[in-house]
């Protein structure tokens, strides 16, 4: 049987772009052929409510299901108020660069290393013209951060229960570099050595 890529995308902090990055991860898999499939760990149920409405190209399930499903990679959208680091073996973490978000952040960040994580860590939005938020992105950067910017396209697709890979959000403004950051993100997850042994 195929080895399935487990990644979760965890923060204990809400609204820092877990679910967001779970579904548009997933969106960003099927544009390279690879099949994924997002299992919803949040009781307010966010990716499951994208799949609800049907514009998803890809399955988003409640739970773990029993048996092990034919994709290639799985993407755990977790729950805010989590403090349990998740056991696969890579973790995506998005942030705020806010300073209280920053420092929850970084207690987390810390959770993960003790139990020995692989962190990929992405800046998601933050008001570039505060002086410490873009000092504080830039810093993370530097340490090998990805950061997507604030941008209309995610709440325009969101709305809609869409990605911003569907093809209705084509004309949406600097769609193209939002994609190429999710990307990215995606082809250095894929690059990272998965571990479902933990899992
Ligand atoms: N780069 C960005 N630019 C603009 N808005 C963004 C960006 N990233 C995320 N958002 C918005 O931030 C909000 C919170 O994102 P999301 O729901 O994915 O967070 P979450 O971490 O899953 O929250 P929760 O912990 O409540 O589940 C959403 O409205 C989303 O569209
Ligand atoms: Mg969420």
Redesign the pocket.
């Known amino acids: 049987m195929k080895n399935i890529k487990l990644v979760s995308i965890w923060?204990p902090?809400?609204?820092?772009?877990?679910?967001?990055?779970a579904i548009n991860l997933a969106a960003a898999s099927i544009e390279i052929g690879i099949k994924p499939m997002v299992i919803c760990q949040?009781q307010?149920g966010?990716s499951i409510n994208y799949f609800r409405e049907g514009n998803l190209n890809f399955e988003v399930l409640g739970e773990i299901p029993q048996e092990k499903p034919d994709v290639d990679i799985v993407f755990f959208?977790h729950?805010?108020s989590d403090w349990e680091v998740p056991s696969t073996h890579l973790l995506v973490m998005?942030l705020k660069p806010a300073r209280d978000q920053y420092a929850t952040y970084i207690d987390a960040l810390k959770r993960a290393k003790t139990k020995n994580k692989e962190v990929i860590t992405v800046v998601?939005?933050g008001q570039a013209h505060r002086k410490s938020e873009k000092s504080t992105t830039a810093y993370l950067k530097e340490q090998g951060a990805f950061v997507?910017?604030?941008?209309?396209v995610?709440?325009r697709a969101?709305e809609d229960y869409r990605s911003i890979f569907d093809s209705s959000m084509n004309k949406a403004y600097k769609v193209g570099e939002?994609r190429r950051e999710i990307s990215k993100i995606l082809g250095a997850i894929l690059l990272k050595q998965s571990d479902n042994s933990q899992n």
Do not use: C, E, H, V
């Not at 902090?13 to 990055?21: R, Y």
């Not at 997507?148 to 209309?152: A, L």
């Open positions: 923060n902090k809400g609204g820092q772009g877990k679910s967001m990055l949040d307010q966010t959208d729950q805010a998005p998601t939005g997507i910017p604030s941008s209309g995610f709440s969101s939002r």
